[in-house]
Nanobody
Framework: QVQLVESGGGLGQPGGSLRLSCAAS????????MGWYRQPPGKERELVAI???????NYADSVKGRFTISRDNAKNTVYLQLNSLKPEDTAVYYC??????????????WGQGTQVTVSS
């Protein structure tokens, strides 16, 4: 059974920084793409950033130049560095991973979500 466990988040000030982490645990799996989505209050979930197993990245226009996604394949962990925070970054952030196991084809896995609130 594969699980994604998130950490980080919390309260940040406008212009400040936060860092999110998400680690995949389990046995006998291979991680393809990893990424982060977010769901602002009253809105639908949206892509924030995604990173391939080879390190190629893609960002939502709203976070380009402010957020940085990275991953440590040895630790099965993906990170999201949030800089120059804005109030509109307030949302529940969800970790995502496309994972193939010994017994299943590649499919999507999600973290439990972590709240990021940007306010002075």
């Amino acid at each position: 059974q594969v699980q994604l466990v998130e950490s980080g988040g919390g309260l940040g000030q406008p212009g400040g920084s936060l860092r999110l982490s998400c680690a995949a645990s389990g046995s006998s799996f291979r991680i393809n793409a990893m990424g982060w989505y977010r769901q602002p209050p009253g809105k639908e979930r949206e892509l924030v950033a995604i990173i391939s197993s080879g390190g190629n990245t893609n960002y939502a226009d709203s976070v380009k130049g402010r957020f940085t996604i990275s991953r440590d394949n040895a630790k099965n962990t993906v990170y999201l560095q949030l800089n120059s925070l804005k109030p509109e970054d307030t949302a529940v952030y969800y970790c995502y991973a496309n994972i193939q196991t010994m017994t299943t084809v590649a499919r999507s896995y999600w973290g439990q979500g972590t709240q990021v609130t940007v306010s002075s």
